[in-house]
């Protein structure tokens, strides 16, 4: 089993659609989990960060982590097309530079005007 | 700006042809990373340094080389590239600092195919 699994996509959703992403993994040692955004032909870029268990909202972007799951999701309310890009999961154990970042493979959302 | 550069963007080169991918950036960050990205395994780390002439290996690091002289650059080598290396490679930058949140900083990306 991977450490991070995400679904492979792609997806495609309507303008203003609530889209759900998600990654499950297999380490309970992570604890910081963060979800970064690619857009085609850059690098990726940091969106959301949460720390343990909880929530976090940030405009229309809601990141929850459920480490008694092992599962995380990125919520995009009111989606617009925008938004269309790819969304990476990652996680890591500890804090610091030096603890490895793990990423999920990357789901692709198109997000149809 | 404060950014993360790499150069080339794009290269196509033959096997066993050396070849050096530069990266720099300009947010005197301790800490500088190469992953590549393929197509169905995501983004894996090839090198790594925590600071000037420190360096180890991440999850993928045969064929490839890694120097840090000085803290802004890092040039990812690969001495006898191979079509397997065909990929596409992104630098990234960080600060060392105990938050968890330390964000990763990534370049543009370099397409490289070795034919």
């Known amino acids: 089993q991977k450490e991070v699994e995400q679904d492979p996509g792609p997806l495609s959703v309507p303008e203003g659609a609530i889209v759900s992403l998600n990654c499950t993994y297999s380490?309970?040692?992570?604890?910081?989990f963060m979800w970064y955004r690619q857009y085609s032909r850059k690098g990726p870029e940091l969106l959301m960060y949460t720390y343990s268990s909880g929530n976090k909202e940030d405009g229309r972007f809601t990141a929850q982590v459920d480490k008694s799951s092992k599962y995380i999701s990125l919520f995009i309310r009111d989606s617009q097309p925008s938004d269309s890009a790819t969304y990476l999961c990652a996680m890591k154990r500890s804090a610091g530079a030096n603890s490895k970042l793990t990423f999920g493979k990357g789901i692709t959302l198109s997000v149809r005007p | 700006e404060a950014q993360v550069t790499q150069n080339p963007r794009y290269l196509i080169t033959v096997t066993g042809k050396k070849l050096t991918v530069t990266c720099s950036q300009n947010?005197?960050?301790?800490?500088m990373s190469w992953y590549r990205q393929d197509p169905g395994l995501g983004l894996r780390q090839i090198y790594y340094?925590?600071?000037?002439?420190?360096?180890d290996k991440g999850d993928v690091p045969e064929g490839y080389k890694v120097s840090r002289k000085e803290k802004r650059n890092f040039p990812l080598i690969l001495e006898s590239p191979s079509p397997n290396q065909t990929s596409l490679y992104f630098c990234?930058?960080?600060?060392?600092?105990?938050?968890?949140?330390?964000?990763?900083?990534f370049g543009p990306g370099t397409r490289l195919t070795v034919l």
């Open positions: 947010m005197n960050h301790e800490y």
């Open positions: 380490n309970s040692a992570f604890q910081y």
């Open positions: 990234a930058s960080s600060p060392t600092g105990l938050a968890g949140d330390n964000e990763q900083f």
């Open positions: 340094s925590m600071n000037v002439e420190v360096t």
